[in-house]
């Protein structure tokens, strides 16, 4: 299955924001499946923190790049294996998605996420780390992709509520912002693999 899925990910470089903003982090999409049609991609659901903008929201595990991290990719292993006790190897890596910048109530934010892809045939023994993370969780891609999932979720913003894309995945709240749009990113290339 990796044979298949690494090519989406040589054909076209990744966009890349490192030149224009300076503060991002780092996350980690895992995939497992026998197939395209199996294909299972992780989330979390962060811990539900008041002082957090992104309390309780469907995520990637990952965090921000420190200084004894030799690589951007290095900064992901190491915050997913202190998430959500995943260690993974370089062995499963497939490549990387394209930067997204962050936003805070539509607007723009001077910080960007730079997603990795992962694809492990192995099960692990997860351990959250309960003060990030509130639940580890796996989603078949088909059912990212059920119509039936498709939804809109409420964002109160200054200007008035507004109504964003996002997909049900049983759980408050839904997949939304730059995670769903990580995904989107994905989803385009596995539309590739499925033609």
């Known amino acids: 299955m990796k044979d298949q899925l690494l090519p989406l990910f040589s054909q076209v470089p990744p966009r890349e924001l490192h030149s224009l903003l ?10 497992k499946g026998t197939s395209p049609e199996n294909l299972e991609i992780a989330f979390i659901q962060r811990a539900f923190n008041p002082e957090d903008r992104w309390s309780g929201h469907i ?5 921000i790049k420190e200084d004894l991290d030799p690589s951007d990719l290095a900064a992901a292993l190491r915050e997913t294996k202190e998430e959500v ?10 490549g990387r998605l394209d930067d997204i910048q962050a936003r805070k109530s539509g607007a723009l934010l001077d910080f960007y ?4 892809v992962f694809y492990t045939e192995r099960d692990f023994s997860i351990t959250l780390d309960a003060s990030e993370v509130a639940d580890f969780f ?3 891609i088909r059912e990212i992709q059920n119509p039936e999932r498709q939804t809109r979720y409420q964002v109160d913003r200054e200007s008035g509520l507004i109504y ?16 769903y749009m990580m995904v989107l990113d994905l989803l385009e290339r596995f539309n590739k693999l499925t033609r």
């Open 59 to 63: 995520a990637f595990p990952g965090g």
């Open 164 to 179: 964003l894309p996002a997909v049900n995945l049983d759980r408050e709240p839904p997949l939304w912002g730059l995670t």
């Open 113 to 116: 996420i730079r997603p990795f």
């Open 85 to 94: 006790g995943i260690d993974l190897s370089l062995e499963e890596l497939l």
């Open 138 to 140: 796996w989603v078949p």
């Open 22 to 31: 300076s503060r991002y982090a780092c996350v980690s999409l895992i995939l």
